[in-house]
Antibody
Framework: QVQLQESGPGLVQPSETLSLMCAVS??????????WAWIRQPPGKGLEWIGS???????YYNPSLESRVTISIETSKDQFSLNMRSVTPADTAVFYC??????????WGQGTLVTVFS | DIQMTQSPSSLSASVGDRVTITCRAG??????LNWYQQRPGKAPTLMIY???TLRSGVPSRFSGSGSGTDFSLTITSLQPEDFATYYC?????????FGLGTKLDIK
């Protein structure tokens, strides 16, 4: 049973960079059957796909965020990460990492709330 | 981007009721449609993928149907643990997009 766990600061100042890590256990991130994704959910709102990464390093981003986002993968550590630059209070959200199989997100981390606040 | 429109946005029902939630895509997406359940304070969980395939372990009272642009999620004989928010998501093309959700609460 795969498990995903997000980690990172819960508070980020405006204009700074939000950095999160997702640790994967119970499955190898090198498994070519999956992509690994970041999804966010502002408080009380819906879900927004941020982007996905393959074990090879290939990435796909939401065009609405692409200019500010980098997703990378460290296969030797079974983890992948998210960097979001120049954040504003509108970026306050619960950030989830997830495993994507055949287009659906079949396993999720518990989520981590990141608040952009000075 | 493919817009996903869910209806209703909220729904009140009783234990034992049958409910249907609909999801409409802004363009045809074949059967690349997934349904998630999210309980308060928890991460979403995948319930149905490929429009109608029940994920292993999901109770058979859940079912999905549709193709093209119109889809539905039906729950027969609602149980207390089913009261949650449900989201549809298209996986036809990036950026993957979700509906705004349907909150199902107890009448």
């Amino acid at each position: 049973q795969v498990q995903l766990q997000e980690s990172g600061p819960g508070l980020v100042q405006p204009s700074e960079t939000l950095s999160l890590m997702c640790a994967v256990s119970g499955d190898s991130i090198n498994n070519g059957n999956y992509y690994w994704a970041w999804i966010r959910q502002p408080p009380g709102k819906g879900l927004e796909w941020i982007g996905s990464v393959y074990y090879s390093g290939t990435t796909y981003y939401n065009p609405s965020l692409e200019s500010r986002v980098t997703i990378s993968i460290e296969t030797s550590k079974d983890q992948f990460s998210l960097n979001m630059r120049s954040v504003t209070p509108a970026d306050t959200a619960v950030f989830y990492c997830a495993r994507k199989k055949w287009g659906s997100f079949d396993s999720w981390g518990q989520g981590t709330l990141v608040t952009v606040f000075s | 981007d493919i817009q996903m429109t869910q209806s209703p946005s909220s729904l009140s029902a009783s234990v034992g009721d049958r409910v249907t939630i609909t999801c409409r895509a802004g363009q045809t997406i074949s059967n690349y449609l997934n349904w998630y359940q999210q309980r308060p304070g928890k991460a979403p969980t995948l319930m149905i993928y490929g429009a109608s395939t029940l994920r292993s372990g999901v109770p058979s009272r859940f079912s999905g149907s549709g193709s093209g642009t119109d889809f539905s999620l039906t729950i027969t004989s609602l149980q207390p643990e089913d009261f949650a928010t449900y989201y549809c998501q298209q996986s036809y093309s990036t950026p993957y997009t979700f509906g705004l959700g349907t909150k199902l609460d107890i009448k």
